[in-house]
């Protein structure tokens, strides 16, 4: 007899569902003339998810307020205020615990450990000032968070509350939810970058270290981009904290007689929004634009944000030697790199774009003819520019030190019109659904991504169809929407399951 599909909870209990995360779905500019709020849309994948939700369920987000056009909003709107459909509270940190909380915490020192890319034997060094902006910064913020969530909540509820903390800045909620609600909430965060293996977490003093795995064990589930992440998460608990226990289990965790499960829900992409995107007039006038630069040329095609965890030198250096080792591509390849101005106010980062640029420049002063200039570099945030050459690239190039997911190469590989070659780093999330169909390849091997590259440009059409058309297929059949809902079923059903055992053992 075939298995019944599982019942769609979201649809039969409608619960409440409250997100939190450190950016909000919307950004607020304030018109002092008409004393109105103009608003922008994120483009974030929770934003596209919950889109489809809202109409027929009850979705709360709060966020932190970025900016005083936003600090005016919240002012303003105190309580959970409908905004295109979204009830939004914006919470108002102090300036000061914020700054440390996101520019000292969580970016760099959290974002580093978890994509492996601080340089041991220099970098980090915990001072002082880091304590300082652990306690007044990391957890005055994230007490904050969950307070505000706190006091949002109805007193009483006869349906599901679902609280959803997203990502690596919000690592202690959990803990200070409990504490002040206690098990009539499920709690479910979602950490959407790259969980490393235990050696990763040393660099941590053990306070902090164990004070994150206590804050995110008091939730119901942890949801993760892989397996392998949901798996470092079990074994990084069971390593540094006592009486933390997985009795053989590599996707839960018993910690002071509470069982948390760690699962993986990768994330995906809102595929009909996205392929709308690519027919749009705009598209076709920057498809138009970038047909005129290449003419009969070949693309090589990186769209990043500049962020050392996305291995653009490295990308570079191996585009280098693509040229040093195969002469017959000078004149009739291109590299267009479409990079994304992130966090320029941290030294690392603007170091990293001053290297770029530099190395950018010393290919084309090494390989440049007088009608071609092999790198061309565009700095800027156009998500529609970006679609627009994902179109038309022989060779998408997506090879970072570590990614959660890298939604590029999900989006590249459903709109592309070449039947173009997907060229992966085995250390992005994506590799575990598209590694099969693409050409994959260590984010540190140079000389093997040359390789790869040069195995793309000379691919047989066949086979380059035969390789991409899966890519396409595996990306449609789990969009965005999917993602979310399989994360809020599952925490009903594991809760009504829960429930149905503490009522049997109650009659027994």
């Given at each position: 007899?075939p298995?019944?599909?599982?019942p769609?909870?979201?649809?039969?209990?409608?619960?409440?569902?409250?997100?939190?995360?450190?950016?909000?779905?919307?950004?607020f500019s304030?018109d002092?003339?008409?004393?109105?709020?103009?608003?922008?849309?994120?483009?974030?994948?929770?934003?596209?998810?919950?889109?489809?939700?809202?109409?027929?369920h009850?979705?709360?987000?709060?966020?932190?307020?970025?900016?005083e056009?936003?600090?005016h909003?919240?002012?303003?709107?105190?309580?959970?205020t409908?905004?295109?459909?979204?009830?939004l509270?914006?919470?108002i940190?102090?300036?000061?615990?914020?700054?440390?909380?996101?520019?000292?915490?969580?970016?760099p020192?959290?974002?580093f450990?978890?994509h492996?890319?601080?340089?041991?034997?220099?970098?980090?060094s915990?001072?002082?000032?880091?304590?300082?902006a652990?306690?007044?910064?990391?957890?005055q913020?994230?007490?904050?968070?969950?307070s505000?969530i706190?006091e949002?909540?109805?007193?009483?509820?006869?349906?599901?509350?679902l609280?959803?903390?997203q990502?690596?800045?919000?690592?202690?909620?959990?803990?200070?939810l409990?504490?002040?609600?206690?098990?009539?909430?499920?709690i479910?965060?979602?950490?959407?970058?790259?969980?490393?293996?235990?050696?990763?977490?040393?660099?941590?003093?053990?306070?902090?270290?164990?004070a994150?795995?206590?804050?995110?064990?008091?939730a119901?589930?942890?949801?993760?981009?892989?397996?392998?992440?949901?798996?470092?998460f079990?074994?990084?608990c069971?390593?540094?904290?006592?009486?933390?226990?997985?009795y053989?289990?590599?996707?839960?965790i018993?910690?002071?007689?509470?069982?948390v499960?760690?699962a993986?829900?990768?994330?995906?992409?809102?595929?009909?929004?996205?392929?709308?995107?690519a027919?749009?007039?705009?598209?076709?006038?920057?498809?138009?634009?970038?047909?005129?630069?290449?003419?009969?040329?070949?693309?090589?095609?990186r769209?990043?944000?500049?962020?050392?965890?996305?291995?653009?030198?490295?990308?570079?250096?191996?585009?280098?030697?693509?040229?040093?080792?195969?002469?017959?591509?000078?004149?009739?390849?291109?590299?267009l790199?479409?990079?994304?101005?992130?966090?320029?106010e941290?030294?690392?980062y603007q170091t990293?774009?001053?290297?770029?640029?530099?190395?950018?420049?010393?290919?084309?002063?090494?390989f440049?003819?007088?009608?071609?200039?092999?790198v061309?570099?565009?700095?800027?945030?156009?998500?529609?520019?970006?679609?627009?050459?994902?179109?038309?690239?022989d060779?998408?190039?997506?090879n970072?030190?570590a990614?959660g997911?890298?939604?590029?190469?999900?989006?590249g590989?459903?709109?592309?019109q070449?039947?173009?070659?997907l060229?992966?780093?085995?250390?992005?999330?994506?590799?575990y659904?598209?590694?099969e169909?693409?050409?994959?390849?260590s984010?540190?091997?140079?000389?093997?991504?040359?390789?790869?590259?040069n195995?793309?440009?000379?691919?047989?059409?066949?086979?380059?169809?035969?390789?991409?058309?899966?890519?396409?297929?595996?990306?449609r059949?789990a969009?965005?929407?999917?993602?979310?809902?399989?994360?809020?079923?599952?925490?009903?059903?594991?809760?009504?399951?829960?429930?149905?055992?503490?009522?049997?053992?109650?009659?027994?």
């Open positions: 007899m298995d019944l599909p599982e769609d909870l979201l649809e039969q209990q409608n619960p409440l569902i409250v997100i939190a995360s450190n950016r909000g779905p919307f950004s304030y002092a003339g008409s004393e109105t709020f103009d608003i922008k849309r994120g483009a974030g994948g929770l934003v596209t998810a919950l889109s489809a939700l809202v109409e027929r009850d979705v709360r987000w709060i966020a932190a307020a970025l900016g056009d936003d600090i909003w919240a002012s303003a709107n105190p309580r959970p409908a905004v295109q459909g979204i009830s509270q914006l919470m940190p102090d300036a000061e615990a914020y700054r440390q909380y996101y520019s000292v915490i969580a970016n020192l959290l974002w450990i978890q492996q890319l601080w340089d041991a034997p220099r970098t980090p915990i001072m002082q000032e880091t304590w300082q652990w306690q007044a910064g990391y957890v913020v994230n007490q904050q968070f969950a505000t706190a949002s909540l109805p007193a009483e509820s006869d349906r599901p509350i609280i959803l903390p990502d690596y800045h919000l690592y202690l909620v959990p803990h200070y409990r504490e002040a609600l206690g098990d009539r909430v499920i479910q965060p979602f950490v959407h970058i790259p969980w490393p293996g235990i050696d990763a977490w040393q660099i941590l003093p053990a306070q902090m270290r164990d994150l795995l206590r804050g995110l064990l008091a119901d589930r942890v949801g993760f981009q892989t397996h392998k992440d949901a798996f470092n079990v074994q990084t069971r390593f540094y904290l006592e009486d933390a226990h997985s053989g289990s590599r996707t839960s018993v910690y002071n007689g509470h069982k499960e760690a993986a829900y990768p994330i995906s992409i809102d595929v009909e929004k996205v392929l709308q995107i027919q749009e007039t705009e598209t076709n006038l920057f498809k138009r634009q970038l047909l005129n630069f290449l003419g009969d040329n070949r693309l090589i095609l769209t990043d944000r500049i962020e050392p965890s996305k291995n653009i030198l490295r990308g570079l250096e191996a585009f280098r030697v693509l040229l040093q080792k195969y002469p017959q591509h000078h004149g009739s390849v291109n590299m790199a479409l990079l994304v101005p992130s966090r320029m941290v030294d690392e990293y774009f001053q290297e770029i640029m530099a190395l950018a420049g010393m290919i084309n002063a090494e440049s003819q007088e009608l071609w200039e092999p061309r570099i565009i700095v800027g945030d156009n998500y529609v520019r970006a679609i627009a050459a994902m179109q038309l690239y060779v998408l190039l997506v970072p030190i990614d997911m890298n939604l590029v190469a999900k989006e590989v459903l709109v592309n070449r039947n173009g070659m060229v992966l780093s085995e250390n992005a999330g994506a590799f659904e598209l590694g169909h693409a050409l994959t390849v984010p540190y091997d140079v000389y093997g991504t040359a390789e790869a590259l195995t793309a440009l000379t691919m047989p059409s066949a086979e380059r169809e035969t390789r991409a058309a899966p890519l396409r297929e595996i990306v059949a969009d965005v929407r999917h993602w979310f809902s399989a994360q809020v079923n599952d925490a009903l059903r594991a809760s009504s399951t829960q429930a149905k055992q503490a009522a049997t053992s109650e009659t027994s």
